[in-house]
């Protein structure tokens, strides 16, 4: 069974920065994407960013050129670096691990860690 270990979250005020980090564990195979998912209150998980084993990165467009998402698949671990951070970044974001490509949707998820962004 993969377990997926984030942390990183926390208080800021706009403008600041953080690093959101995800570890995957329990797979003796190297992770075919990784990523975050984000959910603020009475509003849908959105995808915030992925990348791939090959290194390829995806993002939504309100967080182009402010985040950045990086991948070890040696430690199937990913990481997400949050610069220029908005109030409209609160929200709970959501650590995943996709293993299985024949498996639709993401395959594992992590417990999630509160970002709170103050104006």
């Known amino acids: 069974q993969v377990t997926l270990v984030e942390s990183g979250g926390g208080l800021v005020q706009a403008g600041d920065t953080l690093r959101l980090s995800c570890a995957a564990s329990?797979?003796?195979?190297?992770?075919?994407?990784m990523g975050w998912y984000r959910q603020a209150p009475g509003r849908q998980r959105e995808l915030v960013a992925s990348v791939d084993s090959g290194g390829t990165e995806t993002y939504a467009d309100s967080v182009k050129g402010r985040f950045t998402i990086s991948g070890d698949t040696v430690k199937n671990t990913a990481y997400l670096q949050m610069n220029a951070l908005k109030h409209e970044d609160t929200a709970v974001y959501y650590c995943y691990a996709d293993f299985d490509e024949l498996l639709p949707g993401p395959d594992y998820w992590g417990q999630g860690t509160q970002v709170t962004v103050s104006s």
């Open positions: 329990g797979s003796i195979y190297s992770y075919i994407a």
